[in-house]
């Protein structure tokens, strides 16, 4: 079976099963996922300095702030590249978090391997008393 296609009976929203990755971020070619981060970084952190910008005036902010004397477009560029780090890096936070794995199920397990003491075993247990 291709995998770009979904297992049958398997749900897009669900995620991936215990132990899985999301293969589909992890095998994407780095210039990808590079371009996935930069480009909704870029366009979020111009329309940001569209409106920080509309609001506030550059200069205004400059003598009340008492920073170096900078041009209008000065303070522009600087207000963008700002917006474009913070929008990037909650771009890369998301990345990163698509892209990690789930543990398997036995990893949550701290004592011993005994199957009797899951929850599955239990939940069967109880559901054969109800039959």
């Known amino acids: ?20 990755s999301l293969s589909t971020i992890e095998s994407l070619p ?18 940001a300095n569209v409106v920080f910008f509309a609001l ?13 004397p900078l041009t209008r477009t000065a303070a522009y560029s600087l207000g ?3 917006f474009w780090l913070l929008t990037g890096a909650a771009s890369l936070s998301t990345l990163y978090f698509l892209s990690t794995r789930v543990p398997p199920p036995h990893q949550f397990n701290d ?3 005994d199957p009797a ?3 599955v075993a239990v ?5 054969s008393a109800h039959d």
Do not use: H, K
Request: hydrophobic share 30%.
């Open 30 to 47: 780095r210039v990808q996922r590079v371009s996935a981060v930069l480009w909704p970084s870029f366009l979020l952190a111009g329309l």
């Open 111 to 113: 004592d011993d391997d």
């Open 80 to 82: 963008f590249f700002g």
């Open 1 to 20: 079976m291709n995998e770009s296609q979904p297992q049958p009976g398997a749900s897009p929203l669900s995620g991936p099963s215990p132990g899985e």
């Open 56 to 68: 506030l005036d550059p200069l205004s902010l400059i003598d009340y702030a008492g920073g170096p």
């Open 123 to 127: 939940r069967r247990d109880s559901q």
């Open 117 to 119: 003491e899951d929850g």
